[in-house]
């Protein structure tokens, strides 16, 4: 595909960010960044959630991951569902009565200071390597499609990609990415569909052809209940799904942000149905996206890349398809990426100024201040993250994120349970050291037993005994 047409293409994309930001962004204040003034509808919030959601890492990674697991991925995604409900129904009105502008403030109000704010530095680590990660993956596909063809290395892509970020998201914060979000979402969903029907095309399959050519495949098993040790077992999966989102949807204060932009409780929970159910055809199109690209590569004879995260790029920008796919890809790409990215730069910027710095008590002036240079302090923190990651990571990037999140949000499920589920108060000050021990003991026991993604139920599980070992037995949360 050609560099500069590919460079015309984001360029143009970003035009339209930016119009959208200066449109959504007039007489912005810190509420506006932080809560979008609650004026949020609630379709549009759960439409630009499912971009958020799905990023860059599903869109390069889920079609890759057919190669190795076939369709299985499906059971987690089942599994997402009942994770949504659990949110709609226990934390979304939990949020909403305590009017929180960060999550992490019930932490302080149910177990003191130190629970506050080891809650609020897990999310900021966890979220931080985690957006790192997605927008590693958008800026390698960057630098091959753009910016090697012009020798610029990749510390400028990753310069450029954080900058593009930073220039539609400083002003108007949350607000103005609950409507980017949208367009993202719309452009990524375009870019697969296209796909879809062009290799379905070019194949000669038509769409009931397409199906049971996908159904007939050697990658089209979804449910593995036979093998026990697998780590795509069914009950595996389907619990690990549901934790999986609880925590990275529930306990995360990017994603639970978008949420608190609603009106009102009703609103949110309307969101989170809709946005919970769509999320099952939608990875559906993803998982057959990736059967037809192997089956693809197999009738053309394109060799299979060592990672398989490659594979959608390749085949989407190698000149295999009209060049429509590839223009589409492109966007469909930058889409999903920013998607992710720019709502975690604001979310990150949110919990640090709200959690750590407490711009809240601060005077508006002086709150504003704050938070604009902790939004260019975090912008430069993704930047040297990413670097990093080019550096160490050779796993695929989406599995490489729910093995993270394994050990960084497990804390964060066993606080919210124990403080949910029980009335016992704790000794607050040895809550950091039961934060730090449970992944630590995770960590060995995954080197010993090597577990999948049901590592974080494990996670959760230790720091919930942990604190019932710290806890005060002889007082109770009136």
């Known amino acids: 595909m050609n560099p500069a047409l590919t460079a015309a293409i984001i360029a143009g994309y970003f035009g339209v960010l930016i119009l959208i930001s200066f449109l959504t962004s007039k007489k912005s204040d810190n509420d506006t960044f932080f809560r979008g003034n609650k004026q949020s509808p609630w379709y549009i919030v759960s439409i630009g959630m499912i971009g958020a959601s799905l990023s860059g890492v599903t869109f390069i990674s889920v079609p890759g991951w057919v190669g190795s697991t076939g369709l299985t991925y499906m059971q987690m995604v089942l599994g997402y569902f009942l994770g949504y409900l659990v949110i709609a129904h226990i934390l979304l009105p939990l949020y909403y009565r305590l009017n929180l ?111 049971s050519t996908i159904a007939d495949s050697e990658f089209s098993k979804v449910f593995e209940f036979n093998d026990w040790t697998s780590k795509q077992h069914f009950i595996k999966q389907f619990f690990s799904g549901a934790f999986i989102t609880i925590v990275m949807t529930g306990l995360d204060q990017d994603m639970m942000q978008k949420n608190l932009t609603c009106r009102n409780l009703k609103d949110a929970q309307k969101n989170m149905y809709w946005y919970g159910f769509s999320f099952m055809p939608v990875n559906l199109l993803f998982l057959s996206l990736g059967v037809l690209l192997f089956l693809f590569a197999a009738n053309q004879g394109i060799a299979i890349p060592e990672r398989s995260d490659d594979l959608f790029p390749i085949i989407a920008t ?13 966007l469909g790409l930058v889409a999903a990426a920013y998607s992710s990215a720019d709502s975690a730069l604001t979310s990150l910027t949110t919990s640090f100024s709200v959690d750590i710095l407490g711009v809240e008590k601060k005077e508006s002036t002086e709150a504003k201040k704050t938070r604009f240079k902790v939004h260019i302090g975090f912008s430069i923190l993704l930047a040297v993250v990413i670097l990093l990651f080019r550096i160490f990571n050779n796993d695929s990037v989406i ?80």
């Open 101 to 211: 502008t960060s999550i992490y403030t019930y932490l302080d109000e149910r177990f003191g200071f130190w629970s506050y704010k080891s809650g609020a530095v897990l999310f900021l680590l966890s979220r931080t390597i985690g957006a790192s990660a997605r927008l590693y993956l958008m800026a390698n596909v960057l630098q091959i499609a753009v910016f090697d063809a012009f020798n610029i290395p990749f510390e400028v892509t990753v310069l450029v990609t954080i900058l593009l970020i930073w220039l539609y998201t400083f002003r108007g914060g949350i607000k103005t990415i609950i409507w980017t979000d949208t367009l993202q979402t719309l452009f990524m969903l375009l870019s697969v569909g296209i796909t879809v029907v062009v290799i379905s095309k070019t194949m000669n399959l038509s769409f009931s052809g397409m199906i």
């Open 399 to 478: 599995s490489t994120v729910f093995n993270l999140a394994g050990y960084t949000y497990g804390p964060l499920l066993g606080l919210y349970a124990f403080g949910l589920f029980t009335r016992l108060k704790v000794h607050d000050r040895f809550v950091p050291l039961i934060a730090l021990l449970s992944p630590v003991a995770i960590g060995i026991l995954d080197y010993n037993v090597t577990m999948g993604f049901e590592k974080l139920i494990y996670n959760g599980a230790f720091a919930f005994i942990g604190l019932l070992m710290i806890s005060k037995w002889n007082t109770k949360v009136d």
């Open 318 to 330: 190698g000149g295999y398809l009209p060049k429509i796919v590839g223009i589409f890809f492109m």
